[in-house]
């Protein structure tokens, strides 16, 4: 009978082992919600700003009590854990980082290195990693979640959502989480690229209320380029243009619009229904000749051509030729620009080293220095479906 009982007992302290799960719980009452986060810096340390939204005045279902959706604490410390539990001495409530939506990083700590400032959110095991990386351009990060937006109650939910939806619908957008930039940073033959933002407008009126009240906005933010770097660090900053083409030869794109001149003078939109990509790497004398296959079909949007029947099957043939050498023309000049500062963001050096490892293995430490040699082709073949809803323009005159 004595044993039995301490077999009772060991099972009972056992049993009491699994109920444990929830010592370190906290009440949603007690959490400040982290929606975006921005990294400054100065000679002291990092100047972190955090973005908390106020769920009472989001949640209302009437007016609420007129105080602001968001609240942006700002600490300074050498390192960013520190920054954020300093926050508690400015809110009475602790920093909870799984609802975060964007993190807006200065020019300035990104020329410093990106593995410096991003080492915490990798480590911390509260961080989801769905939440959007930026680099502020022409501003400080902190003035990024200041600007009050019109349509959506919080910048950092307003950022997010400019991002995905023109991924879907333009080119030049690029969206990068933290594990897709930890694989840019951390694998071989490839550098990475950010997407940048910028303040356009009065900063200091588009941080009031007045700027969301308005038909016509003071200040707005707007996704602005791409971040090109270099062994980490940043180096400088591809035009809106060569974005687009950077876009194209790394990304997927959707429903993207572009503007290409007609045969005969005049523009021409074409609205891409469907896209398909790919990169064939050849040895060729000891050396690896890249080509770049693209078929591209198209719609068009919008015709504003001077001359041009589309009743005639020849003339979807001449306004494709055209798009073709503008489209080449474009991804030219964007790779052309990433070899002369001889940073590889488009990735051919990984897709070297997966294709051919053994050379690979060879050059890889002098790979900067290869690429901007390198033979790049480009293969382009635009196809146009149909011309929406009506043949001919109205300024089309019939003869």
């Known amino acids: 009978m004595k044993k039995h009982t301490l077999i009772k007992i060991a099972h009972a302290f056992l049993l009491l082992t699994l109920l444990t799960g929830c010592w370190d719980r906290w009440e949603l009452n007690e959490l400040s919600l982290i929606v ?64 975060l939506k964007v993190l807006v990083i200065s020019e ?33 990060a902190h003035e990024i979640l200041e600007i009050i937006t019109p349509l959506e109650t919080l910048p950092s ?9 023109s991924l879907r619908s333009y080119a030049g957008t690029k969206a990068i989480t933290i594990d897709e930039l930890f694989q840019e940073m951390s694998a071989e033959g490839i550098e990475p690229s950010i997407m940048g933002i910028t303040v ?21 933010l707007r996704n602005n380029g791409i971040a090109i770097f270099k062994n980490n660090r940043f180096l400088t900053w591809f035009s809106n243009e060569k974005s687009k083409g950077l876009d194209y030869l790394t990304g997927t794109n959707n429903e993207s619009v572009g503007s290409f001149s007609c045969p005969g003078g005049g523009e021409i939109a074409l609205e891409l229904a469907k896209y398909d990509k790919e990169i064939d790497i050849k040895m060729v004398d000891g050396k690896p000749d890249v080509t770049y296959h693209f078929h591209l079909v198209s719609s068009i949007s919008e015709v504003d051509c001077h001359s041009l029947d589309l009743s005639l099957p020849s003339s979807y043939e001449k306004i494709s030729k055209n798009a073709e050498k503008e489209f080449q023309s474009i991804l030219h000049d964007s790779i052309r ?27 890889k430490d002098d790979w900067d220095n290869l690429y901007k040699d390198l ?19 109205f300024s089309t005159k019939d003869d």
């Open 337 to 363: 620009t990433t070899q002369e500062l001889e940073t590889d963001v488009l990735g051919v050096g990984q897709q070297l080293y997966r294709k051919h490892p053994d050379y690979w293995e060879n050059v």
């Open 375 to 393: 033979d790049i082709h480009i293969n382009v073949e635009i196809e146009i479906t149909d011309s929406g809803n009506m043949i001919n323009s």
């Open 157 to 165: 939910q307003s950022i997010f959502d400019s991002i995905s939806f």
């Open 36 to 99: 975006g986060l921005a990294i400054d810096h100065d000679d002291s340390g990092y100047i972190l700003t955090m973005q908390a939204m106020n769920p009472a005045e989001i949640a209302s279902q009437e007016t609420g009590r007129g105080y602001a959706q968001a609240m942006n604490v700002q600490e300074k410390s050498k390192t960013i854990h520190e920054s954020l539990r300093k926050m508690v001495q400015k809110s009475p409530r602790r920093a909870f980082l799984s609802q």
């Open 108 to 140: 300035e700590v990104a020329k410093d290195g990106l593995e410096h400032v991003l080492d915490f959110f990798y480590r911390d095991h509260e961080m989801r990693s769905d939440f959007y990386i930026v680099i502020a351009r022409n501003n400080e």
């Open 200 to 220: 356009e407008g009065d900063l200091g009126q588009g941080a009031t209320r007045k700027n969301a009240e308005s038909i016509r906005p003071k200040a707005q």
